[in-house]
């Protein structure tokens, strides 16, 4: 650990942790909103986004609450560089459940529905993190889309909340446009 403000401290002062979950459907792409817990007076965050290019293809990024930048190589699908900073090195405070910034895929013809590829690592840039004080903070990413039941007609994705809040939301893709009913 160093005294000096404008140096980064080694070792770990909390975990940021991202969040996948909500997931809407439309007619030609899946929006995957992003989230974060514990986005209290963070400084900058930077990693790299992989999925399963056989699976997904991404299509577009969107900023919400905060001034995300995207930096995808050329002719690579499968990943993506995520950073974000301060410039003011003040510490940026979001409340849980504020989207951060929006991921829109699509499923690949032939592939099943598989969200759960998405992973976050170090492929183009190394995964960090810092507070307002410059204190080195843990990523992870809680992708809460794990899990599916595939059956004739529809996919049925994890429930979330998920077990012991007052209500769920159920996520499903149907062959079909129509109406549905849940038993």
């Known amino acids: 650990n ?3 403000i404008n140096a980064a401290r080694t070792g770990s002062s909390g975990t940021l942790a991202f969040q996948l979950h909500d ?5 030609k792409e899946i929006l ?4 974060a817990k514990n986005f209290t007076a963070i400084a900058g965050f930077q990693f790299t986004l992989n999925w399963n290019q056989a699976d997904l293809q991404l ?7 905060l001034n995300v930048h995207f930096h995808r190589p050329e002719n690579q699908n499968g990943i993506m560089s995520i950073s974000f900073d301060d410039p003011q090195l003040s510490g940026r405070s979001i409340s849980e459940g504020t989207i951060l910034f929006y991921l829109a895929v699509q499923k690949n013809s032939n592939a099943n529905l598989n969200l759960s590829s998405i992973q976050i690592g170090t492929g183009l840039t190394e995964i960090m993190a810092l507070d307002a004080e410059l204190n080195l903070l843990n990523i992870e990413l809680n992708n809460h889309i794990e899990t599916q039941v595939t059956a004739v007609g529809y996919t049925l994705l994890q429930n979330h909340p ?8 159920f996520v499903f893709e149907a062959a079909e ?3 549905a009913t849940v038993t």
């Open 2 to 4: 160093s005294w000096n």
């Open 23 to 27: 997931i809407e459907f439309t007619e």
């Open 32 to 35: 995957i909103p992003v989230y």
């Open 59 to 65: 299509l577009s990024t969107k900023n919400a609450a």
């Open 162 to 169: 998920n077990p012991v809040y007052d209500f769920s939301n």
């Open 177 to 179: 446009d129509g109406l």
